[in-house]
């Protein structure tokens, strides 16, 4: 597993058009310095939900289909549209959509796939999606249905696809570096001709339409608010495109950058690899002596884009979760071993996957939803390691493999949503307090799940195996026992750091938030635990039942509350995670459920017949 994750770092090259480097160049993009490769691969993932586009999704696996990369994808988009237009790169799931705009069905002669279609086959009927959405925009979110939802996303998807076919040239461009020329040999007639106008006087009415439209164009791709690929030049920041354009007749001359994006969609549309590399390489010699720094940004995200490590490690947790687990039913001790340095592995991975970002970003390990489910996922597999360290039963390492997989996946779901290493809001970035709470709180939420799925495991192993025998009944007891207090610590240190801060930048220390209620209940929920614990009231079985009730607790607190749509901390209200929330909830309820049944429904602990006790023993019975 080691040699398949050092093999992927090394991106396959290009044969003819070098899109890995295309990839490398820096852009602002949401206030940040990103390489164009972080933008295809979050356009692609949002429109298709994977950051590789299959060009021919109809055909089978061993039908040998052609994958492409997000940014050879994009290149198209942005210099080659007459190409890209053609792909299948719109995911549309909902049937009721697909007939609202009359898209073919499943069918391999059609060579459709019944849920990827292109833009050719969606912009014919773009007035009756625009009719469609303009009823549906005036529908509160948290009440529309699931189609009306696919609308929605689709409107989404359209618009960042159109944003993106003109970032480089406008989107009907058919042969950008004569129409740049043309443009750029029109400026003193076209300006003449405009002044004359505006001061009622004759002008030449040939080079006032042709000056105008070049001037609508460029408006119309400054309006969609792509992202910004023109470096600066001069006393000129960095600009879009079409803002720099629009320039060019006020006195900013059309700079060799420019030129080069221009030369670059004029050899692609051509099919010119040797002239789109030149092109290329001139615009990266240019970038590397003057904006060095952005240049470095820009090729360690796009190694930490190829190295996928988030992705990587949600694989090996998954071989090591599979192994622990049925080192429970053969008392494997190879298995269990194997397991564990395959989840040591994958921590290692993990936590350089976290360190980059932590370095990309220059900020701490928690800034977002996303990058939470990254660390508590961290922080889970840590604390499974250590416990699997102290008693070698492989629940450690069940553990910590299955919550490891599961936190990632949930990260992959929330990178969805866009660029999961966004500009934090200005609020969330002031102070040292700031940092404390949110990464011990976080520490907080880490323990509580970790406690609660050792109930899980508790409950299961006692009801439908006999593998949990007296001592793995109590081992799991002193562990659950010692991560509930754990995650007491962290949570109420979380909670009272968090008070500190808000008093600091909100001019109190509590306000009765929805957020600070919920890190309130985590602290009460883990001391009502203890409490119940020291007074007698509960043993093995009542610490597994509370401690999966923290499940709820927990994920009510991380997710439930961002989504009340009040409070400070409130992120919006997203019907497919709150969906998946009530779920999460239910199935903790049906779990402790299951764990209230009477012992003697519980499998680990039936008493075998006497026919199957040795005759020493008859007397047990």
Known sequence: MAVWFLGNLQPAKDKNFDFNEFGQLPAIDKGRIVPLDTIARNSLLLIREKQTLNTEPWKSWNGHPRIISATEWMANLMMNPTVADAWPVFRIDNPDLISLLKLPEKDTAKQSDGKHYSWNQIQPVLSVFDKENSRIRAIEPSHRTAYENSVSKLEQNLFVYVQLKNTVQPGDASDWP???????ALIPAGVAAAEAQQAGKLFNQTNFAAFAGYVQEFQYMANLEPPLIVPPNGKQDWRRMGDALLAAPHGTPIDNAMRDYA??????????????NAALNDLRSRLISQQTKAMAKARAEVFFNQMEPFYNAMVIYVLAGLLAFFSWFNLSELLRRSSVWLIWLAFAIH????VYRMVLEGRPPVTNLYSSAIFIGWGVVLLGLILEHLYKNGIGGVAA?????ITLIIAHHLALEGDTMEMMRAVLDSNFWLTIHVVTVTIGYVGTFLSGFLGLIYILRGLFTKTLDAATGKALGRMIYGVVCFATLFSFIGTVTGGIWADQSWGRFWGWDPKENGALIIVLWNALILHLRWGGHIRERGL??????GNIVTGWSWFGVNMLGIGLHSYGFTQAAFFWLM???VSQFVFIALGSLPMKLWRSFQTPPASEIPPTDQSLV
């Open 178 to 184: 004569a129409e740049l020329g043309d443009f750029e």
């Open 351 to 354: 936590t350089v996957g976290l």
């Open 583 to 585: 779920l999460f909830a």
């Open 544 to 549: 597994a039942l509370c401690a999966v009730g």
């Open 263 to 276: 030369n670059m969609a004029g050899a692609l549309a051509g099919n010119k690899p040797d002239a789109f």
């Open 401 to 405: 493999s299955v919550i490891g997989f």
